[in-house]
């Protein structure tokens, strides 16, 4: 069973940066996929950077691009999302997710972010 733990979230203050924190569990050869998801209440869940296990090729939305970035430790079973400049559109609950060729199917339980003056 894949378990996420999420942390780092907080408050911080537009132009300032948090980095977030996964450790997973559980992650099979079946899941090469893992990343971070966002929600804004009232929208749809926006997936926000993902990282191949194997290539660690990893991709981003375009509202985060060249701000976000986002690494694997596999040692420590972590997974990380760098994020700088942050604005207040960034503010959002944050998922840990994990999956295969890109398509999520499983996420933690989510670290809050918010950004506001």
């Known amino acids: 069973q894949v378990h996420l733990m999420e942390s780092g979230g907080g408050s911080v203050e537009p132009g300032n940066s948090l980095t977030l924190s996964c450790v997973y569990s559980?992650?099979?050869?079946?899941?090469?996929?893992l990343g971070w998801v966002r929600q804004v209440p009232g929208k749809e869940r926006e997936d926000v950077a993902g990282?191949?296990?194997?290539?660690?090729?990893?991709y981003y939305a375009d509202s985060v691009k060249d701000r976000f970035t986002i690494s694997l430790d596999k040692a420590y079973r972590t997974v990380y999302l760098q994020m700088n400049s942050l604005t207040p559109m960034d503010s959002g609950m944050y998922f840990c997710?994990?999956?295969?060729?890109?398509?999520?199917?499983?996420w933690g339980k989510g670290t809050q972010v918010t950004v506001s003056p």
């Open positions: 997710a994990a999956g295969a060729w890109g398509k999520f199917t499983s």
């Open positions: 559980g992650v099979t050869d079946a899941y090469n996929t």
């Open positions: 990282i191949y296990t194997g290539s660690e090729y990893q």
